[in-house]
């Protein structure tokens, strides 16, 4: 065996191996066992290998031999691990619901250091066909955040995902309700005890999470602020703050939204008195909620959107998710004539050109401009109103 060249702790090793090939090698630590562990690298002359040897050692010190030790699974699992400290609980079950689904199965063994473009690109096609495109980038998106942070930690130099574009998604169809569809719904729900909720958010466009996050507080006068948002985070209702700084906000009611809310809170109130001690739990009892289970626990979204469809299928109208309402509300200010700027301030949008893209200028300044009026809107409703 050819003799090692010494140098300097931490310089590695140069020698010509019995062949003539020049060989360089670096100390990486030890392992599990105690035993040394090192990294190789050969070439024809001894300035070719010194150069590759310089190399090794550059990664070395910058974690990138490291990381061909650990997996991707086993890196992803790190990061969730500090990314939960950072953003909100649902963020992560999102982020984790992703690594464990999509990401982890297609590359979750390959090494950290080892991963390619070629593997991502491979990967997203893949999901695409398995799981839809917007799935796909969103898995993609996750990777690359993940990629990111890796660089930062000195785990690697580049971040593949970086050389992967996002695949084209085809905008859904969007289904809005007529007016008179929007009637008919009103009409079979009336008699339901989410009426309100329903109500609620076609007039003032509020998310499913802000309508479910919302207090009795958090109503008076001729407006409710919201403050919240219902999540669900490891399958179970929590209150956080809503999705954006925007998302904070003051919204104008009409004079048929307050009645409403007035008849709703009414029989809540008489169902609490029937349920006694036992109503909201104790976890929900003192946070006074406007939508409520028939027990005053915070309502789950899967029996929100269970009453919604069947109720639509009651109806006869068209099937639309409950976030569409969101898009009808727009539709109706606009018909209404509100201004870009002050529909984005009442449902939350951050940049009002996301909301309509050819409305620019604020017109009208006050805010009980964006208070909507059913009657307004659907005279139609109104019409069919006995005398």
């Known amino acids: 065996m050819a003799k090692r060249r010494r140098r300097a702790k931490g310089d590695g090793a140069l020698f010509q191996r019995k062949d003539g090939r020049w060989q360089g090698e670096v100390f990486l630590g030890y392992d599990g066992e105690g035993k040394p562990r090192y990294k190789a690298v050969t070439a024809k002359t001894q300035a070719a290998c010194r150069e590759k040897l310089e190399q090794l050692k550059k990664q070395r010190d910058a974690g990138i031999l490291q990381a061909d030790k650990l997996t ?43 991963l390619t473009a070629l593997q991502v690109q491979t990967m997203v ?21 993940a990629l990111k942070q890796a660089i930062r930690w000195q785990l690697v130099m ?19 309700w007529a007016p008179h569809e929007v009637v008919r719904f009103l009409e079979v729900a009336a008699s339901h005890r989410l009426y309100a909720l329903f109500y609620l958010v076609i007039l003032t466009g509020l998310r499913r999470g802000e309508a479910l996050g919302l207090c009795w507080q958090d109503v008076h006068g001729d407006s409710l602020m919201v403050r919240r948002s219902l999540t669900l985070v490891d399958g179970k209702p929590v209150l956080s703050p ?29 169902l609490r008195e029937f ?3 036992a109503w909201g739990g104790s976890r929900w009892r003192d946070v006074d909620l406007v939508f409520t289970s028939e ?13 919604w469809y069947a109720l639509q299928e009651k109806a006869g109208v068209p099937r639309v998710r409950l976030h569409d309402l969101r898009h009808l509300n727009v539709s109706l200010r606009r018909k209404q004539g ?10 939350g949008h951050t940049n009002p050109a996301f909301t309509m893209r050819l409305y620019t200028h604020l017109f009208d300044d006050d805010r009980r401009a964006a208070a909507l009026s059913m009657t307004d809107l659907l005279p139609a409703r109104a019409s069919s109103e006995p005398n």
């Open 275 to 277: 349920v006694g001690e």
């Open 125 to 145: 096609g893949e999901l695409a066909d398995q799981v839809g495109v917007r799935t796909a980038n969103i898995c993609r998106t996750v990777l690359y955040s």
């Open 242 to 270: 809503p999705k954006t700084a925007k998302g904070v906000r003051r919204v104008a009611l009409s004079s048929d939204a307050l009645s409403v809310l007035d008849e709703h809170r009414a029989r809540q109130q008489a």
């Open 338 to 347: 509100q201004d870009a700027k002050l529909i984005a301030d009442q449902v």
């Open 72 to 114: 991707m699974t086993g890196y992803l699992e790190r990061w969730l691990e500090t990314k939960a400290r950072q953003v909100k609980p649902r963020t992560v079950e999102i982020y984790r619901d992703a690594v464990a689904r999509c990401i982890a199965p297609l590359i979750g063994r390959t090494p950290l250091g080892k």
């Open 158 to 176: 580049v971040n593949p995902v970086e050389a992967v574009d996002p695949l084209k998604e085809t905008p859904r169809e969007m289904t809005l």
């Open 295 to 307: 027990l005053g626990t915070a309502l789950h979204p899967r029996n929100l959107e269970r009453s």
